[in-house]
């Protein structure tokens, strides 16, 4: 099954769109936005696979939302703008919907993303056997991931580094932030920036909103500030 959200500022171009999500085999509406904000607010915390998103909207256009994300949701655009097309596909959308679009036409841009989705899931190996170690495809391999050696994961586009106590080097594996986030257990490993997920058990030293691993330092962004400080707050002597 695949995820997906409607995001459009007209309420009945917003429901048309959801109302299609919802009729269509393989696809599950996980939640309608009448702006990008709230959207983007959602996926901080969610994890879909699909996004519609129309173009022309105030305060965040599709575009520059577009250009939020990080690697991983598909975006199909949904507008009544012809001429944003050539920019749309520089971002490497999956489809452009021109308005007004029926659910034909709806119909083959979904299945171009449940294709496209298909081989990159097939490709990302990530099976957790248990709450001690996941798998991870690695240069034509495929690694064992302790829980316990993690020292932290950074994410680059399409690709993450996992940085491990046992490793020489860190592991490179293509999948997403996102994705690899949602296989670590709950209340061991948190992302504190966009680009950092820490293992909490290997924090030693913090200093001015830094995570300090070695010589590298880990940032602690605004988004992620006050989550992290509960933990310490929860910790602290």
Same mark, same amino acid.
């Given at each position: 099954?695949?995820?997906?959200?409607?995001?459009?500022?007209?309420?009945?171009?917003?429901?048309?769109?959801?109302?299609?999500?919802?009729?269509?085999?393989?696809?599950?509406?996980?939640?309608?936005? #009448?702006?990008?904000? *709230?959207?983007?607010?959602?996926?901080?915390?969610?994890?879909?696979?699909?996004?519609?998103? *129309?173009?022309?909207?105030?305060? %965040?256009?599709?575009?520059?939302?577009?250009?939020?994300? $990080? @690697?991983?949701?598909?975006?199909?655009? =949904? =507008?009544?703008?012809?001429?944003?097309?050539?920019?749309?596909?520089? %971002?490497?959308?999956?489809?452009?919907?021109?308005?007004?679009?029926?659910?034909?036409?709806?119909? =083959?841009?979904?299945?171009?993303?449940?294709?496209?989705?298909?081989?990159?899931?097939? #490709?990302?190996?990530?099976?957790?056997?248990?709450? $001690?170690?996941?798998?991870? @495809?690695? #240069?034509?391999?495929?690694?064992?991931?302790?829980?316990? #050696?993690?020292?932290?994961?950074?994410?680059?586009?399409?690709?993450?580094?996992?940085?491990?106590?046992? $490793? +020489?080097?860190?592991?490179?594996?293509?999948?997403?932030?996102?994705?690899?986030?949602? @296989?670590?257990?709950?209340?061991?490993?948190?992302?504190?920036?966009?680009?950092?997920?820490?293992?909490?058990?290997?924090?030693?030293?913090?200093?001015?909103?830094?995570?300090?691993?070695? @010589?590298?330092?880990? +940032?602690?962004?605004?988004?992620?500030?006050?989550?992290?400080?509960?933990?310490?707050?929860?910790?602290?002597?």
């Amino acid at each position: 099954m695949i995820t997906a959200i409607s995001i459009d500022d007209e309420p009945l171009a917003l429901q048309l769109v959801s109302g299609y999500i919802e009729k269509t085999p393989g696809l599950i509406l996980a939640g309608s936005f #009448d702006n990008p904000i *709230d959207a983007t607010e959602f996926l901080t915390d969610h994890l879909v696979d699909l996004i519609f998103v *129309d173009i022309q909207m105030p305060d %965040l256009s599709g575009i520059e939302f577009t250009r939020l994300q $990080e @690697k991983g949701p598909k975006i199909i655009f =949904t =507008t009544a703008y012809e001429k944003y097309a050539l920019e749309g596909y520089k %971002l490497e959308i999956v489809d452009y919907l021109l308005k007004p679009f029926g659910y034909e036409e709806f119909l =083959t841009a979904v299945q171009k993303a449940q294709r496209l989705i298909g081989l990159e899931k097939r #490709d990302q190996i990530k099976v957790e056997v248990n709450n $001690e170690f996941l798998f991870l @495809k690695s #240069d034509y391999k495929i690694k064992r991931i302790n829980f316990n #050696d993690i020292l932290y994961i950074e994410g680059m586009k399409d690709y993450v580094k996992v940085y491990s106590s046992n $490793e +020489p080097k860190p592991v490179l594996s293509l999948t997403s932030l996102k994705l690899l986030e949602a @296989k670590l257990p709950s209340g061991r490993f948190m992302r504190v920036h966009r680009s950092f997920i820490v293992n909490l058990e290997k924090i030693n030293t913090i200093e001015r909103s830094r995570i300090v691993f070695g @010589k590298e330092y880990i +940032p602690v962004s605004d988004q992620y500030k006050q989550k992290f400080q509960e933990f310490l707050d929860t910790n602290f002597i």
